[in-house]
């Protein structure tokens, strides 16, 4: 009993940071029907800026060699700081890489390229500016809370709690906001039809610069977390987390809010099952679910179907 | 210019013609690093583990080379053959999706074997040529044939039935064209001049190891196409040699040039969103080329 | 003789009954008219004929058999050819190019001749591209040959549809509005070019048009459609006098 419980909270908590960055792929997918490329550089962002932000140092390989805050916010603090300069970087993103695009009339899947340019950009910033080391965000900056607690028997790390309750508090925002507020209606009103949503005079460029802004936040949030909770691997470990929410985009159903979150959910849990001696096939997991979703359900478990226009 | 580098840019060009053949027909797949990270496991594998293909001289046999590269076109075929009718019913972005799932699902497999060398990978592939100028002549010569092949499947039956479909699948079936058939031809094509280009890299590497197959190589086989242009077979050529180019001619510039590779991929479809090489611009070049025999002979183009 | 039978042609899109227990018969050489209002299901059962859309219910047979299952390619390489409502022409190609796709089928199928362009191989493709020519002559856009189709007039690129699906050398025709978008010396133009083409090629010609006037002078038979039910079959004259088509364009529709 307390296996199975440890092993639903280390699938969920993993799952809930795939939810939280699979839900930025799924709000630009929404308005856009295209994949950012650079959504897995905005996470890596997310989780540098939360290091600096608590006050960590900048190792001796960057051009920024020994740069360090003058003040060490805690956690709570430099998380969602972090989420929004993340926010920022996903806005100039958009700006550069897709906007321009949109301006031209082009082929919208030439966005996948532009994007893909801007990420390799950012993830080589990063790479020049602090080097390629990993850095990791000491569980100190939680401030008193003890390393782990013992939940029905089973012992769980206070970052796995927290990961859950933040992603979760997350997702309920996320949610309150999409069917309570006007900007929330007008991003679902854009992703049904863009058309018709510009001839209702809603401003779609601006819904479009929400959609971006929330994903960046979003993902800055995912990185920031995963830098806590496992460490910062140097400036490329964003991409594999850009490659397996494709997987959780892909199984909830791509442009699904509620898809996101469950596909994230399943992956997590399911990549926690796999036995330790297969230790090594845990990131084909999610590949897997992509291709086998594709074949019998494109449409994933909660997305529409694609429309075939005669 | 340095012949390793001349080898680079060839097997990025060879790469950007895997990409476009599909793209041509208007399918998005990106598998290329996929059927290329197989073509480099067959030749390792068979040039480390078999004695007989090692010959008796001090090279490695050519014939030895092209023998892999023929059982590296049959397994790459079969397995696109059969992938194909699978994952070709996908549009668009989910074919995409899907065909980076498989490159990743390989990668990590091959990470995981025993035989392929797990994450090491394989050392020590014998060489065939002496010096980096020896590949380079070999893959300029079977760069040569495929842009050939290229140039005669464009201009013919298959050539314009994948035209066809890229500009209207469903008009192009109303008109006879077996939409399913052709799309798989360009895929199955794609996945052979991957495979047989995966062979000769194997060799010019010298080792040979899973990451050779990543997401990165399929964006970067992508870019190629979208910068140089899809619409004619020079136009993957060109991005190719170019794009793998540019990295090393910025080396000057230090750190900085992978970002400068990164505006360039950002910028290039801004400014070319139908790549570098349009249709116009290509028969151009062709006309030119025929004007003038002698440039014909020291061009691109055999 | 019959070409084209339609027996109790049922489709259904979810909770919409877009055609209901249709029946037709075309005979060979005739020119034969749907008319119907707007989402009356003309083009759903074009879409049937050509194997676009699969009939929930009954059967399209094509010379006695059934077309069942068959996909739009093998349809039509059996000799049934469309143009479309919204014009689905090769944008990124020329017209000459676009009518070159029509011929597909007629073209040289032999891969090595093709890479070694041997003499019959060569002269195959000259004949498709004097054929590709003569079409495009007999519509009046041999000047424009070798323009993006994608720049033509609106009258223009209707009719290059119209010659890329003869390329394909069909037995039936099935012409969607082709007539849309058309000022009347246009129109009139067409009708003659229609059944000139019908008498030239040997053809069968059925079409889906909404100008009334036009359909009554052409066609030599006709069948209305209305909520994706057949309300009228018969010569220009029975149907002008049908009660329920009267209905149908004067009554509710309106």
Known sequence: MEGLLQLLFNGLSVGAVYALFALGYTL???????????????????????????????GANGLLAGLQFPFALPFWLALPLAGIASAAVALVVERIAFRPLRDRGSDPLLALITSLGAGVILVNLIQLLVGAESYSIPVGTLGSLPAALNIAGAKVRTVQVMLLAISGLLLAALSIWINGSRSGKALQAVSEDPITAQLLGINSSRVIQIAFGISGFLAGMAGGLVGLSISIAGPYFGIGYGLKGLGVLVLGGLGSVPGAVLGGLIIGLAEACVPADLSGYKDAVSFGFLFLVLLIRPQGLLGRPQSNKV | MDAGLLEQMLLGALLGLSVYLPLRCGQLSLATPGFFAIGGTVAALLSTRVPALAGSGSTYPITSVLLEMALAALL????????????????????????????????????????????????????????????AAFTLALLALICWLCDRLEKNRPGRAMAAIRDDELAAASQGINTADTKLLAFVLSALVAGITGVVAAHFLNSWNAKLGNFDASITTLAFVVFGGSRTWLGPVFGGLLLTALPELLRPVGDLRLIVFGAVILV???????????PELFKSFKRRIRGTPTAAAQGVKP | MTLLQLEDVGVRFGGLQALQGVDLEVKQGEIFGLLGPNG?????????????????????????????????????????????????????????????????????????????????FRRRESQLQQQALALLDLFQ??????????????????????????????????????????????????????????????????????????????????????????????????????????????????
């Open chain 1, 28 to 58: 630009v997918f929404s308005v856009l029907g295209v994949i950012n490329f650079a959504h897995g550089a905005i996470f890596t962002m997310g989780a540098y800026f939360t290091y600096l932000l608590i006050g960590g140092a900048v």
């Open chain 2, 76 to 135: 790459t075929g079969v397995l696109a053959l059969g992938l194909g009718r699978v994952v070709l019913r996908l549009r668009g972005i989910y074919l995409a999706i899907a065909t980076i799932a498989l490159v990743e699902i390989l990668r990590v497999v091959t990470l995981n074997l025993e035989f392929t060398g797990g994450a090491l990978g394989i050392f020590g592939i014998p060489q065939p040529f002496d010096s980096a100028a020896g590949y």
């Open chain 2, 268 to 278: 290039g479809p801004l400014f070319f969103p139908k790549g570098v090489i349009t």
């Open chain 3, 40 to 120: 009356a299901g003309k083009t759903t059962l074009f879409n049937v004929i050509s194997g676009l859309t699969a009939p929930s219910s009954g059967t399209v047979r094509w010379r006695g058999a059934s077309l069942d299952g068959l996909s739009s390619h093998r349809i039509a390489r059996l000799g049934i050819a469309r143009t479309f409502q919204n014009l689905r022409l090769f944008s990124s190609m020329s017209c000459l190019e676009n009518v070159l796709v029509g011929l597909h089928q007629h073209a040289s199928q032999q891969p090595l001749a093709a890479l070694l362009q041997t003499q019959s």
């Open chain 3, 141 to 254: 856009l041999e000047d424009t040959a070798h323009q993006d189709a994608a720049s033509l007039s609106y009258g223009d690129r209707r009719r290059l549809e119209i010659a890329r699906a003869l390329a394909s050398r069909p037995q039936l025709l099935l012409l969607d509005e082709p007539a849309a978008g058309m000022n009347p010396s246009e129109k009139d133009e067409l009708r003659e070019l229609i059944r000139r083409i019908r008498d030239q090629f040997k053809l069968t010609v059925l079409i889906i048009e909404h100008h009334v006037p036009l359909m009554l002078g052409l066609c030599d038979r006709l069948a209305v459609l209305n909520f994706g039910q057949r309300i009228a079959l018969g010569s220009p004259d029975q149907v002008r006098r049908d009660p329920a088509v009267i209905e149908a364009y004067l009554g509710g529709g309106a």
